[in-house]
């Protein structure tokens, strides 16, 4: 201890006479380490850091498993976990969930087979009244014993008991503590107060502990309700009630539910896991309604179900994917789809299917062409079909619009069917299963959202830190140079090699440290720039605990200690291995003292080649990401994103019927169009690039009976061309009377006459070819036992191609539909800035109902930077650590070129002294430089070649290969190197001959 104590003192007073080195070092290892630690930590955050709730490593989320799909009346994922799932040809093998019914549930919790067990799902938005102005919140609704099954205790008032999730119990409601904290100002009396959920009145008794925000990583809801209050609190249930299909709670083939188990202690894992798949399995096997066919299809079965209406009537489904907490896109998409006002195909039995992520690639999504109805995607992740889970959309609520029924396969019966109907849920083939995984692990939420660009950002601060630890390495090589003669007698007067090099050693993990302290200040900037970018592109808080905590400081220890014996190693070995007579003669600065020249293979020339093709690798990876933003940002919309606010509003959550909807939407529109400074005013189902897509599936005529044909599907309101300055290639705009027939159609009785649609030029071009598509019909259904006959459509309109839901896609046949009921976004153009006119917007909306929040209000150019924020953010974090890279390279370059002309001296001034011009020198050093930097950018090259064919899913319109970024960065390096050789070689031309050869 007394050695390491005199080394530590020693090294104090050594870097004390050098501060300029000492201050360079320390600088170059705190940018590295620093940049490390910010992105650590939020790897940590997002990816690693434990659920909030007490004993994770005890919980676990059921997820099922079989040979073939569920065959659903409806299935669910809110984005807690991943899925396995496909259709018709992009069927998954071996498809997996974690979506269970409500009765399933109720069976597993009565084994007893878990100390705990609870089940969740999504709210969707709820609009509350009673504190003050109407707003929308974000709820979660949850079984009675999941605040106890979690572990998590109240901060005020209490939380759920298994009493309180019953039908007949008082609807009560527990607090987010944040939010408690944000709209009650943390008022204790708030406990037995009464708020109005969606018109529905909710006692708080109490205000979850500040730590718990959800059990799902990134989650981050305002409320939480019990299990049997989602019926009421549900504005769509109105229509299952029209359709005569049972409640979501007693329908065993509804899959909506996520749960989530504590071991018993002392119990195996696969005893208990044994126990609820023998009793999923008994459900499948030997229950009423078949679920696994192995058709690869999820519809209704051949035949009635429990659930479904009786006499043989319209049984439908839906499959959901996704749907986070709160009122905005946790994706930062902008606004989120939030009705489904009348889906189009509903009046022909094949109700919408939403998926909350970006359809699968191809131009084929899943669900189409196999009969599925509209399937409508939210979001901008990956699509169910792919095995990821679904980026969370806040506060949709997916809406129930079943599908419809299957019919009997042309091979005969199932096994296990009848002609009077099914008898089992499965045959024995499907083996239907559940397996129990770490919830740690399992449930996901927004962390398969940020972990690429993450990951992306930590591969380039690596190459950050690997980059300053060459760099001090260098300047430690030279530095070891100028201290050969203290070596030298300090080994002379019998200090042992292993002691020198301990002594260097200690010197290099001091300015490591040092680094490592000042690093930390440059993180939480870091760290804190980061999450105010994200944050300001998200209408939601971002869900995750972020900051700099023991185990970030741990890494960042871990990360000085290991670069100081990185950079320290070579300067230290080269130092103990000096021979001592030579070094003992000469003086500094002699012809001995300089050394052999000409020496290209030294450690110093190979620090600076590594340096530069590490700089090469990160910039040409900064280069695609900036390309690929600016690719997206000059992609052609379609249609005039300028001067457009935007903001969305549910009358359904605040109890209107579709009429009433309808007679708002006109009012509301009307008051708008007459306010000044608004140009045009219009209504969509959802916005223009907010990340949701609805796809329809339709028969096209002159095609087999059994094909369907696809094309994405849009609800608008009147004018909503004009508004967006969508033109008209041919035909007309929708009428009022359009959208009394659209509504007829959707109903028990539609008319004979088709709903009008208006399609788009890709649409004519795949389905009509050079044909006049103006009143065509096509997508016709004969009565059967799903309903009565359905007119199908009627092209009345073509225009131009628009962008639907984001910019990536390529735009594909598309329909345009009359919008009815449900909840909308507004379109409203102004002259001047939008921003202006949002006071007017919440005045005209206040004075037809104060009621009615507005959410999601941005404008149409804000809503578009949101959906690009995750290319913004990596362009510009990647684009930063790519400048650092390539000064952090051209300061190595420049530091060994000094020192070589401190080194060669007296060789310089025996060339000026032989004759040789100023010219002549600086070739000569600016020569050395110029080589050391194209070698460096050969090897980076080649290394990037291979390390961005990684990035490909991250790249927009440009190659990970592509030639003119590589050949641009190699250019910048150039520049940058040659500014760098400059300034010793200039020195180099200044050189006395004769202080120079005075040495001697």
């Known amino acids: 201890m007394n050695k390491l104590l005199q080394d530590i003192r020693y090294g104090v007073r050594m870097l004390a006479k050098s501060p300029g080195f000492a201050a360079v070092a320390v600088l170059t290892l705190a940018l590295g380490i620093g940049a490390n630690t910010a992105i650590f930590s939020l790897i940590d955050a997002v990816m690693l850091r434990s659920l909030p709730v007490e004993n994770p490593s005890q919980l676990v989320l059921l ?72 707003t929308v919140i974000s709820g979660q609704v949850v079984s009675g014993d999941f605040f106890r099954t979690m572990g998590v205790k109240a901060a005020a008032g209490r939380v759920f008991e298994p009493s309180d999730d019953s039908r007949s119990a008082a609807p009560v409601a527990v607090l987010n503590y944040g939010y408690w904290q944000s709209a009650f100002g943390g008022s204790r009396d708030v406990i037995g107060r009464t708020i109005e959920l969606n018109n529905i009145p909710f006692t708080i008794v109490g205000v979850a502990e500040a730590r718990f925000t959800g059990i799902t990583p990134g989650s981050d809801y305002d409320v939480w309700l019990p299990l049997s209050n989602e019926e009421k609190i549900d504005p769509r249930a109105q229509i299952r009630d029209r359709l005569g299909m049972a409640k979501r709670q007693d329908d065993v083939a509804s899959w909506w539910l996520t749960i989530v188990g504590r071991l018993k202690p002392n119990t195996p894992v696969a005893q208990t896991q044994a126990i609820v798949s023998g009793v999923f399995r008994n459900e499948m096997l030997h229950g009423t309604v078949p679920m696994f066919h192995g058709g690869g299809e999820m519809g209704g079965g051949p035949g009635p179900r429990p659930g479904g209406p009786a006499g043989g009537g319209m049984v439908r489904r839906q499959i959901v994917m996704g749907g986070g907490p709160g009122p905005g896109p946790a994706s930062g998409g902008g606004n989120a789809p939030i009705g489904m006002g009348t889906p189009p195909q509903m009046a022909q039995g094949k109700g919408p299917i939403e998926f909350h992520g970006a359809p699968p690639s191809g131009n084929v999504p899943f669900g189409a062409a196999q009969g599925k109805g509209p399937v409508e995607f939210h979001g901008s992740a990956s699509g169910p079909g792919s095995g990821q889970s679904m980026p969370q959309l806040a506060g949709k609520k997916p809406l129930v619009m079943p599908g419809a029924q299957r019919a009997a396969s042309a091979g ?93 050693l200690t010197e290099s993990v001091m300015l490591s440290v040092l680094g490592g302290a000042l690093g930390i200040f440059f993180a939480y900037w870091g760290t804190h720039a980061i999450i105010s970018f994200v944050s300001s592109n998200q209408t939601r808080p971002l869900g995750f605990a972020t900051g700099i905590d023991m185990r970030v400081l741990g890494f960042t220890v871990i ?146 009976q059994d094909q ?56 004519v071009e795949k389905y009509l070819g050079k044909e006049n598509p103006l009143g065509k019909q096509f997508g016709q259904e004969g009565a059967d036992a799903n309903g009565p006959a359905r007119p199908g459509y009627e092209i009345i309109g073509v225009v131009r191609d628009a962008k639907y839901n984001n910019l990536r896609r390529d735009i594909h046949p598309t329909m345009y539909g009359p919008q009815k009921g449900g909840g909308a976004s507004f379109e409203v153009r102004t002259a001047a800035n939008p921003q202006a006119l949002l006071p007017a917007i919440r005045n005209a909306v206040a004075r037809i109902n104060s009621n009615l929040p507005l959410f999601n209000v941005t404008t149409e150019s804000e809503q578009i930077d949101r959906l690009l924020f995750q290319e913004r953010l990596v362009a510009r974090v990647s684009g930063f650590f790519g400048l650092l890279a390539l000064v952090l390279a051209c300061i190595g370059l420049y530091g060994l070129l000094s020192y070589e002309v401190a080194r060669r001296t007296r060789e310089i001034g025996i060339r000026m002294a032989l004759g040789a011009q100023a010219g002549d020198v600086l070739r000569l050093v600016v020569g050395q430089g110029i080589i050391l930097a194209a070698v460096g950018a050969g090897v980076g090259v080649g290394a990037a070649l291979g390390v961005t064919r990684y990035m490909a899913s991250m790249l927009y319109d440009v190659h990970a290969n592509d030639p003119m970024t590589m050949i641009s960065v190699a250019i910048l390096l150039a520049l940058v190197a040659l500014a760098a050789c400059y300034i010793p070689a200039r020195r180099a031309t200044r050189v006395d001959p004769m202080i120079a050869l005075r040495y001697e």
């Not at 035909?731 to 788009?760: H, M």
């Open 708 to 763: 369907e044909s696809d094309a994405d599907f849009l609800n608008v309101g009147a004018d909503f061309f004009a508004t967006m300055n969508i033109p008209f290639v041919a035909g007309r705009n929708f009428t009022a009377s359009d959208f009394d027939l659209a509504g007829a159609n959707s109903g028990a009785a539609p008319t004979a006459a088709p709903t009008p649609v208006i399609v788009n030029q890709a649409f």
């Open 63 to 134: 997820k099922w498993t079989a040979r073939h799909q569920p065959d659903t009346h409806e299935y669910m994922s809110s984005g807690d976990c991943g899925n396995n799932l496909g259709f018709g040809q992009n069927a998954a093998q071996n498809p997996s969930g974690c979506s269970f019914s409500e009765p399933l549930f109720r069976r597993i919790a009565e084994t007893n087979a878990f100390s705990g067990v609870a089940a969740f799902a999504n709210s969707g938005r709820l609009d509350l009244t009673g504190n003050g102005a109407a």
């Open 412 to 504: 005969g019966m199932q096994g296990g069917e009848s002609a009077n109907g099914p008898k089992t849920l499965s045959i024995a083939a499907d083996n239907p299963g559940i397996t129990l995984v770490p919830a740690q692990s399992g449930l996901t939420g927004s962390r398969t959202r940020y972990s690429d660009p993450l990951y992306v950002l930590m591969l380039a601060v690596g190459i950050i830190l690997l980059i300053a630890c060459a760099n001090v390495a260098g300047l430690m090589l030279a530095r070891a140079a100028a201290r050969q003669k203290e070596i030298a007698v300090r080994l002379a007067l019998g200090a042992g090699r292993a002691r020198i090099v301990r002594q260097l």
């Open 559 to 704: 990360v000085s200690l290991a670069t100081g014996i990185i950079f320290g190693l070579a300067p230290a070995f080269r130092s103990a291995r000096i021979d001592l007579t030579p070094t003992l003669k000469d003086g500094e600065g002699s012809s001995a003292s300089g050394g052999r020249t000409g020496k290209w293979f030294s450690v110093g020339n190979a620090l600076v080649v590594a340096q530069v093709a590490l700089a090469i690798v990160v910039l040409v990876g900064a280069g695609l990401l900036v390309r690929t933003l600016d690719n997206l940002r000059s992609v052609d919309l379609g249609f005039d994103a300028h001067n457009i606010v935007i903001f969305s509003i549910d009358p359904t959550l605040a109890g209107y019927k579709d009429a009433q909807v309808d007679s708002f939407y006109r009012d509301l529109r009307g008051r708008l169009a007459g306010t000044p400074g608004v140009r045009a005013v219009s209504y969509s189902q959802m916005p223009l690039l907010s990340g949701g897509l609805m796809i329809t599936d339709f028969h096209w005529p002159g095609t087999p």
